[in-house]
């Protein structure tokens, strides 16, 4: 009786995992909170391995979605998958991980694409950026809508502005790091008509402060140098540092 019972437990066992590695994609979407600010679209496979013809972010679409999960991250109440992002101009590859509290971490993520792809903030909207960018994060955690923990590199090149007026800017890095809401970016550049260094802070309380040097070099253009007094008082060296200092939430 033992044997008996032993062995259809086993079955039971088995037939539940089954059911689980089959259950079709679009089904176990079917059950996703709503409403969500991501959606997706053209769902097959299955649980375990699918994918999705479109990822919808607030209405973009921002490619093709494809995942593979690790079983055993569900005994640890969390959610972990391979995924692949693949659109023309954007593509993304790394490990993600959801917790029951809706964390988010990223790691061993890498991202490719232009950068009008990008989702610009409301301080910025008055330029038009263009050109290429690579981003490389060993990790990256979000909690709802705020940044907790980064590290991470992101190289803007050939960097790009185009509008009100087209300047070639070369190469502008920021290698981000830092943890629980406070973070600080390094900005360096090359190749440009302007030295920029400096950093950018986000303190956890929502608040975001830029110190950031433009020096020009001998072979910046008069046009540049005579904007440089817009952006703030001059150096003796024909230098400005910009600083500012604002809330974003």
Not at 70 to 90: A, E, I, N, V, Y
Not at 217 to 244: C, F, N, Y
């Amino acid at each position: 009786m033992k044997k008996i019972i032993f062995s259809l437990v086993l079955f039971l066992v088995a037939f539940v995992v089954f059911l689980i590695a089959t259950v079709p994609a679009s089904f176990a979407v079917s059950y996703l909170p709503q409403p969500s600010p991501v959606q997706l679209a053209g769902v097959s496979g299955t649980v375990w391995n699918g994918q999705a013809r479109s990822l919808v972010h607030e209405g973009r679409d921002l490619g093709k979605l494809e995942w593979s999960l690790h079983p055993l991250s569900l005994l640890g109440m969390k959610l972990s998958t391979d995924f692949k992002l693949t659109q023309s101009r954007l593509q993304a590859d790394g490990e993600a991980t959801i917790y029951k509290d809706q964390t988010i971490l990223l790691e061993n993520t890498h991202l490719r694409g232009d950068v009008e792809q990008l989702p610009l903030p409301p301080e910025a909207a008055f330029v038009e950026p263009s050109g290429l960018f690579q981003a490389d994060f060993e990790r990256i955690q979000l909690q709802g809508d705020t940044l907790q923990d980064a590290n991470g590199k992101v190289v803007w090149k050939p960097a790009l502005i185009t509008a009100p007026s087209r300047y070639e800017l070369g190469e502008i890095s920021l290698n981000l790091e830092g943890k629980d809401g406070n973070l600080t970016g390094q900005l360096g550049s090359k190749d440009g008509p302007l030295n920029m260094t400096g950093n950018l802070q986000l303190a956890a309380n929502g608040m975001f402060s830029t110190n950031i040097r433009l020096a020009p070099h001998t072979g910046t253009p008069q046009e540049i140098r005579d904007m440089l007094p817009m952006a703030g008082r001059p150096a003796a060296d024909g230098s400005v540092t910009v600083k500012q200092r604002f809330s974003i939430r």
